[in-house]
């Protein structure tokens, strides 16, 4: 299935959406000037506290909130309901079918998602902020704060935030400050993705151009990254010093998985993107960098998940290109031979400063 069937897929299902309540709402009357995307999915735990503090946010202007729930059998459902029904003047709640959020190919196996495009496409305020179902928000000026900035900066068409992550299974709270420049940083960007989705202000418009010119597709692993990359391009990015928010790390996440197979995708995904964007936009002088990059990463993966092949590919190339570190050695090691592996790990893992 190529990109175009997924996109005009996408976009015949989504005029079949309706909104959960209808749409004569008091939300539905209003026009708002920011739009919170909330796409959730099995977040019977955490939804309520993304809702609660998309609602405690004090502005003085209208906010919707776009409320995405991609079919849950846990409960989430029920929870998304009563806040709709409960705050009719904020919450515009569409209840998606799997059998229509989801693309399947010809084999039966999943090709795409489309609740989070979807709830993105159903904006209608000049900004939108974006909060996925288990991640929330800590400051109640948060959108106020990132407002009064992009009205008074047009060349600016995004602006993010510092915020805490929390490790659930270790119960532990780590401050995340982004040491972030401002402005236009794309070159930085294509090396580090210092900008966290949860804490994010972008002009709506931008979105939409990304979405029409196929910067994003129901097939990415990854949807966020490649439209801040995107708006990179387009406009200078700004980042304010405040925590405005909480980044739930779960064990199970498209970046953050058991399970090698999605790992290695997403990990190839992102490197993919990166090579796209700096050929697109003719960063021909960092393409090396970001190779050296991804083959120094492809041996830590192999260190740890024991792939000695990706390993020995890897080390080639860093090779023949001069820029094999003492620590790339000792990884390769301990990647092709289990006996260096178990020397060696203490000793790398002390290297790394856990």
Known sequence: MDNKQLKDISEQRLLKQKEYLGDEKLINKAIPLVSVCVA????????????????MQKATFPVEVIVGEDGSTDGTIEICKKYAEENPDKIRLYLRDRNESLIYDENGTVAGYCNWIWTLQETRGKYIAICEGDDYWTDPYKLQKQVDFLEKNPDYGLVHTNLMQYWQAADKYVEMRKDVKSGYILDELLFWNKISTLTVLVRRELIMFAIEEEVILPNFVAMDYPLWLYVSTKSKIHHLEDFTGVY?????????????????????????????????????DIIMGLLIDFRKNDLSFSFHYNFPDIAKEAYRFLLEN???????????YGATNKFAKAILKPILSLKKGK
């Open 40 to 55: 959730t999915y099995q977040h019977v735990g955490y939804v309520s506290q993304t809702l609660d503090g998309i609602l």
């Open 248 to 284: 739930r790390s779960l064990p199970e996440s498209a970046s953050n998985s058991w399970d090698v197979v999605k790992k290695r995708n997403f990990d190839n995904f992102i490197h993919n993107i990166r090579i796209k964007f700096a050929k697109q936009y003719d960063k021909m």
């Open 322 to 332: 001069h820029c094999l570190s003492f620590r790339d050695r000792l990884l390769y």
